[in-house]
C-alpha cells in the first residue's frame, strides 16, 4: 500500500515537471516525447513515465499518434473556445471579488516587471512565461485550491494554443501593459473596471488566437 502511495506521489510529481515544461513553452505543441530519453533524464521507469503519460493525455496534454508515439497535444478550435470561456469564468470573478492587499497582488506586480525586462531583450517567450505568471496570480486571488489547480492545467493548455502563433512579439507585447492596468485598477480598488477590462483583453486575445490558429489551418 505504501509502495503504490509512493509511487503515485512520483507520477503526480513527474507529470507536474512535464507539465511545467509545456507553460515555459519547453515543450511544442505537436512535439514527440521519447520515452527512452525521458525516462533517462528524468530518472524513473518506463513503467512510470507511461502512467504519466497517460495522466497527461486525460488532462488533454499529450494524445498518441500512431507510427509517432506519444506527442504533445496541438488544440483543435473547440479546445481554444473552451480555454477562453473557462477563463472568462474564472479570471474575471476572481477580479471581481479580490482584495486589493491579497499576496497574489505582489507576485501580480511581479511578473508585469518579470515581462519588462525580458521585453528590453525581446526574450518573448519569457515575456510569455511571465504573462502566465500573471495570470495564474490573479487565479489564487480567488483563495481556491480546485481553481488553482484547474487553472494549471488550463495554463499548460493555453500555452500549446500560443504554439499557433510563429511570432510571439505579437501576441505577447501587447498585453504586457494591459496587465499593468489591470494591476493598477485593482490597487486601485476599482475591481469591477479591472474585470471589464479583463474581459475585453481575453476577448481580444481569443480573436488573435482564433485568426493564428485559421492560418496555420490554411497552410498545413
Sequence with gaps: MKKDAATQMLSEKIAETIRQKIIVGELASGARLSEA???????ISRNTLREVFRMLTQEGLLRYEPNRGVCVAVPDMAAILDIYRIRRLIECDALTHAYPLHPA????????????????????RQVGTANMKFH????????????T??????????????????????????????????????????NEKAARTLAEYLELSERTVLAAWARHQQSS
Design 37 to 43: 530519453a525521458l525516462s533517462e533524464q528524468l530518472d
Design 105 to 124: 497582488v505582489a507576485k501580480m506586480e511581479a511578473a508585469v516587471q518579470e515581462a519588462r525586462e525580458y521585453r528590453q531583450t525581446s526574450e518573448w
Design 136 to 147: 495564474t496570480a490573479i487565479v489564487e486571488l480567488a483563495d481556491s485550491e480546485r481553481l
Design 149 to 190: 489547480r484547474l487553472y494549471r492545467n488550463i495554463s499548460a493548455e493555453l500555452r500549446l494554443v500560443f504554439g499557433h502563433l510563429n511570432d510571439p512579439e505579437i501576441l505577447y507585447a501587447p498585453y504586457i501593459e494591459k496587465n499593468a492596468h489591470i494591476l493598477a485598477l485593482l490597487v486601485d480598488d476599482q
